[in-house]
């Protein structure tokens, strides 16, 4: 018997950079990163997050604010993995 291959979405990898600073500082850092997308461009995992020197993130909370300083995400790191969950417009 044969068995029907998998339905799993198609995940695209995207690449860029932008700014963090931890929730209670003020302190913004340049960071780079690559997430994987599905097909309806809804982000779906994290590859890595890394500040531009290569230096480590410690676990925490963060904003990341996008290259062109449009939009801000709320991302964690907490025991070495990132997650995502809210979005919101930064003014």
């Not at 998998?6 to 302190?27: C, I, Q, W, Y």
């Not at 590859?47 to 020197?53: S, T």
């Not at 990341?64 to 809210?86: M, N, V, Y």
């Amino acid at each position: 018997m044969v068995r029907p291959a998998k339905k799993e979405p198609l995940l695209r990898p995207f690449k860029g950079s932008g700014r963090m600073h931890e929730r209670d500082s003020d302190a913004w850092f340049p960071v780079e990163f690559m997430t994987y997308h599905d097909e309806l461009g809804k982000l779906q995992c994290f590859a890595y997050v890394r500040k531009d020197d290569g230096g480590d993130i410690p676990d925490g909370h963060y904003v990341f604010l996008d290259e062109l300083g449009e939009r801000s995400f709320r991302w964690r790191k907490w025991k070495g993995k990132w997650q995502f969950g809210w979005r919101y417009r930064g003014d």
